[in-house]
């Protein structure tokens, strides 16, 4: 049995964190898995998605990314089969199944799931019974259902709390009951509507690490909206960006950041935090701390003239706490080791809190 | 005391079971026309907007109506349905076709509050309309579903006392014939103090039930 520990670790190391490289394994010549063509939805007369076409190699993440209000929700339910377009038509494998009715709809949407922001988990039911939902609705038999949800609950590492009501679980931990839910009926698709922008940074990472590991697995093509460039950093192969119900740009995520064209690209790029500390080469990355009189000196202009040591600003942020400022910066310093080691102590002795390691700075977009 | 004790257990015994019936019989009227006004809502799984209106005028013209108006109306129905319009089980027609626009109105709105994206993610799946109602909406809904019945029980109650004074039978019969007639102030005080006992206890029960499947989530 899969056990979602080692592989989900051994998919995400074999992925440059920067930069994610392509599904090798899939020709990019195949036909694709998903493809929107000239969607357009308008409510209350107000266009909300406007010639939106879009297509997705199979066994690809393609994410959408925008600011609230850009659409991008919009046009995922319209793709997920939860939405109506005004007009165009979205097809799974080449075949249409926008504007499908009755049994056909039934039968389109369950080659499709959908994992939303807020979970959308069934309180009247425990883990297994949210699993097996989909199934009992597809008429599979009851030992089957059994089994296959035992095997999903096992690939999202809930196997041990299959039977508790899903109230109880870590924000997390909803998130994997959802997506062993919309993974039950074994679609080709999965759509994941802001999956993330309800967890924390480090769960964040998890759950798409192990949507990383089942696309490998499952053979699974995803389309994954978010307003994380975070979350289109680690996860996804291709991006669209959209803005004002329109997708202003779409390419490979490698071309979106070393070349956005638009100015919402370049927005979003820009507004990137810096890489990790252990990413970077030199370990000398800083995070200092000012608080009430530090916050108002010019101490690092009178650093670089005492010490000869050069300073290079990742980051900063100023607050104003109870009418006293407080700052924060993340900067790396250039220069002798002894150097460095006096100005760092100046620096404390400053009242500046200096710590040297900055971990975890990726995922507070 | 003794007399008191035995004056009241038969009228009490009528009512309770005055209470029940009429709210079986509610919720098997009016569940399904709140569950349809749900599906029908503008937004809803099935929209249909005219017929939406259609039933939404119906319901609150029934709803409009002053009980005892409605109880002398429909005679002719009890007659029909129990065979007599006097007694316990002809004041159970009445009582139900009062109270069953208002239990389409409590599920209506116990389950307008479920939280949209959980309906989201039951279409997503693939199902029928009708699995979606009868395997995630109404046990989605039940916390609701339940202190509505409870509201209606106790509604019901307060209706049979009424429906009793006009030839219902049960506790409002006698607080009417003794208290009123006689001026048994005594009569009149325990068979109030029977229905304040029945009500609070429809109103614990409920709450107890809600709590006890709230705490199993």
Redesign the interface.
């Known amino acids: 049995m899969f056990h979602a520990g080692r592989p989900l670790e051994a998919a995400s190391s074999a992925r440059s964190p920067f930069y994610p490289v392509p599904n090798a394994s899939v020709p990019s010549h195949d036909e694709p898995r998903l493809e929107l063509r000239s969607l357009f939805k308008s409510f209350g007369g107000k266009p909300v998605v406007e010639d939106a076409s879009l297509s997705v190699r199979p066994g690809s993440i393609h994410g959408i990314i925008g600011r609230s209000g850009a659409g991008k929700s919009t046009l995922l339910r319209m793709a997920?089969?939860?939405e109506t377009p005004d007009s165009g038509v979205a097809l799974y494998g080449g075949t249409p199944v926008s504007g499908l009715a009755g049994r056909d709809r039934?039968?389109?949407?369950?080659r499709?799931?959908?994992v939303?922001q807020?979970f959308?988990?069934?309180?009247?039911?425990t883990a297994a019974g949210n699993v097996a939902?989909?199934l009992?609705?597809?008429g599979v038999p009851k030992a089957a259902v059994r089994e296959r949800v035992a095997m999903l609950l096992d690939l999202v590492g809930l196997a041990d709390k299959a039977d508790r009501?899903v109230?109880r679980f870590s924000g997390g931990e909803k998130q994997r009951v959802?997506i062993a839910?919309?993974l039950v009926?074994r679609p080709e698709i999965l759509f994941c509507d802001e999956a993330t922008s309800a967890l924390d940074p480090e769960t964040t990472r998890s759950v798409l690490d192990l949507i990383l590991s089942l696309r490998d697995r499952l053979g699974l093509t995803v389309l994954m909206v978010t307003h994380q460039m975070e979350v289109v950093r680690r996860a996804c192969d291709d991006v669209a960006v959209m803005e004002a119900g329109r997708i202003v740009e779409t390419g490979t995520v490698e071309s979106l950041f070393s070349s956005p064209r638009t100015r919402s690209a370049k927005r979003l790029v820009a507004g990137l935090l810096p890489l990790e500390a252990e990413e970077l080469e030199d370990g000398a990355v800083c995070r200092l701390r000012f608080s009430g009189a530090s916050a108002s000196q010019p101490v690092l202009s009178r650093l670089s003239r005492e010490f000869p040591v050069e300073v290079n600003i990742l980051r900063g942020t100023i607050h104003k706490v109870g009418g006293s400022r407080s700052g924060e910066l993340v900067v790396t310093f250039q220069g002798d080791d002894p150097a460095i080691k006096a100005a760092k102590s100046w620096l404390t002795a400053q009242g500046i809190v200096v710590e040297s390691t900055v971990v975890g700075e990726t995922d507070h977009a | 005391m003794l007399e008191l004790l035995d004056l009241l257990i038969r009228p009490t015994l009528e009512t309770v079971a005055m209470v029940a019936a009429s709210t079986l019989a509610a919720v098997l009227l009016g569940a399904p026309v709140g569950l349809f006004l749900y599906l029908i809502a503008p937004g809803g799984l099935s929209e249909r907007p005219a017929l939406r209106r259609v039933l939404d005028r119906a319901i609150n013209a029934l709803r409009s109506f002053p009980f005892i108006i409605l109880m002398i109306m429909l005679f002719p129905l009890s007659r029909i349905l129990i065979g007599t319009s006097i007694g316990t089980a002809a004041a159970i027609v009445p009582l139900a076709i009062a109270a069953a626009p208002f239990v389409a109105r409590l599920v209506e709105s116990a389950l307008s509050e479920l939280?949209r994206?959980?309906v989201?993610?039951?279409?997503?799946?693939?199902?029928?309309k009708a699995?979606i109602a009868l395997?995630?909406l109404l046990?989605?809904a039940?916390p609701s579903l339940v202190s509505g019945l409870s509201l209606t029980v106790i509604n019901l109650i307060g209706y049979s006392a009424m429906a009793g004074a006009i030839g219902g039978g049960g506790l409002g019969d006698l607080a009417v014939r003794f208290g009123y007639h006689r001026f048994r102030l005594d009569v009149m005080t325990a068979a109030v103090l029977v229905i304040l006992v029945l009500v609070e206890g429809a109103q614990a029960a409920g709450n107890a039930a809600v709590r006890r499947i709230k705490s199993?989530?």
């Open positions: 997920a089969l939860l039934l039968l389109a949407r369950r499709a799931g959908v939303f807020s959308n988990l069934f309180a009247s039911r939902f989909p009992e609705s597809a009501p109230g959802a839910r919309a009926n | 939280d994206g959980v989201d993610a039951a279409v997503a799946s693939g199902a029928t699995r395997a995630i046990p989605e039940l199993m989530r």
